[in-house]
T-cell receptor, first 118, second 117 residues
Framework: AQKITQTQPGMFVQEKEAVTLDCTYD???????LFWYKQPSSGEMIFLIY??????QNATEGRYSLNFQKARKSANLVISASQLGDSAMYFC???????????????FGKGTLLTVNP | NAGVTQTPKFRVLKTGQSMTLLCAQD?????MYWYRQDPGMGLRLIHY???????AKGEVPDGYNVSRLKKQNFLLGLESAAPSQTSVYFC????????????????FGDGTRLSIL
């Protein structure tokens, strides 16, 4: 079974509007972290935001916020006031922080291609 | 601020040739990783290392070997390249979790675009 599911292969949004990119995850580990990365057409991977499984509040970083619903195992990325430069591929990833483990691998979803229209 | 540097950026190989991709990080990170990115597949972990002299297999290790002789370097080798290994390869590094780095992300290089003919 997929550990990270991004059900939207592509999304379109008008400039200045908000958009939500979906991410659901599957884990039995009580301690985990969720990450969102942006990959523009130039190819680099840019870290956007992090949410820990024990964090009481939803994470926010500037125009990015995370709608974390632990019971539903979802960690949707919300981008407010979209800009043309937000057009990119967005990846959700999970790190299972099992106790005693010595590796902190990321498992990635397949990504969502966001296009911001002027 | 170099961060994570990958060389080369582009390479074309013929089937059966060998090559080594170099990853260097200047952040004193303990952990290093190699991923491959294929269309519609996201990033998949090939091999990783939790410290100098140690390596481990990831999700798709077949056909690749790695070495971590120095803390700052992580090498990915293709002994006999196959067309199925045509991909974009990313190296990443991160801090030890216990060093107050729970929310620290993996830092990625800019990628190596590899084509096997």
């Amino acid at each position: 079974a997929q550990k990270i599911t991004q059900t939207q292969p592509g999304m379109f949004v008008q400039e200045k509007e908000a958009v939500t990119l979906d991410c659901t995850y599957d884990t039995s580990d009580p301690s985990y972290g969720l990450f969102w990365y942006k990959q523009p057409s130039s190819g680099e991977m840019i870290f956007l935001i992090y949410q820990g499984s024990y964090d009481q509040q939803n994470a926010t970083e500037g125009r990015y916020s995370l709608n974390f619903q632990k019971a539903r195992k979802s960690a949707n990325l919300v981008i407010s006031a979209s800009q043309l430069g937000d057009s990119a591929m967005y990846f959700c990833a999970m790190r299972e922080e099992n106790s005693g483990g010595s590796n902190y691998k990321l498992t990635f979803g397949k990504g969502t291609l966001l296009t911001v229209n002027p | 601020n170099a961060g994570v540097t990958q060389t080369p950026k582009f390479r074309v190989l013929k089937t059966g040739q060998s090559m080594t991709l170099l990853c260097a990080q200047d952040m004193n990170h303990e952990y290093m990783y190699w991923y491959r990115q294929d269309p519609g597949m996201g990033l998949r972990l090939i091999h990783y290392s939790v410290g100098e002299g140690t390596t481990a297999k990831g999700e798709v290790p077949d056909g690749y070997n790695v070495s971590r002789l120095k803390k700052q370097n992580f090498l990915l080798g293709l002994e006999s390249a196959a067309p199925s290994q045509t991909s974009v390869y990313f190296c990443a590094s991160s801090r030890l979790h216990g060093q107050g780095a729970r929310n620290q992300p993996q830092h990625f290089g800019d990628g190596t675009r590899l084509s096997i003919l």
